[in-house]
């Protein structure tokens, strides 16, 4: 089985950083796209960054409402991403998942940021 583990997460004020580390372990032949998600209380689970990986280069895609704050980067010889969050809002509170695509989809357990206003 493929297990994604999550950290990072926690609470800060409006305005404040924090940086998501996401690592992937079992057995993995190939991934063809990581990055994470995020899930509000009540709301549906949406896409926060990508990384969608070609074999010879990678490509990167953020939410609208991330651009210029987050960003996203990966190293596929150590099977990690990471999210870099800058200038975060009340409105980035939410679980932030991990998730990884080869022949399957697979998730993290979550990990949660708040931020206060």
């Known amino acids: 089985q493929v297990q994604l583990v999550e950290s990072g997460g926690g609470l800060v004020q409006a305005g404040g950083s924090l940086r998501l580390s996401c690592a992937a372990s079992?057995?993995?032949?190939?991934?063809?796209?990581m990055g994470w998600y995020r899930q509000a209380p009540g709301k549906q689970r949406e896409v926060v960054a990508l990384i969608t990986s070609s074999g010879i280069t990678n490509y990167t895609d953020y939410a609208d409402s991330v651009k210029g704050r987050f960003t996203i980067s990966g190293d596929n010889a150590k099977n990690t991403v990471d999210l870099q969050m800058n200038s975060l809002k009340p409105e980035d509170t939410a679980i932030y998942f991990c998730y990884v695509y080869t022949r399957y989809s697979y998730w993290g357990q979550g990990t949660q940021v708040t931020v206060s206003s």
């Open positions: 079992g057995r993995i032949f190939s991934i063809n796209v």
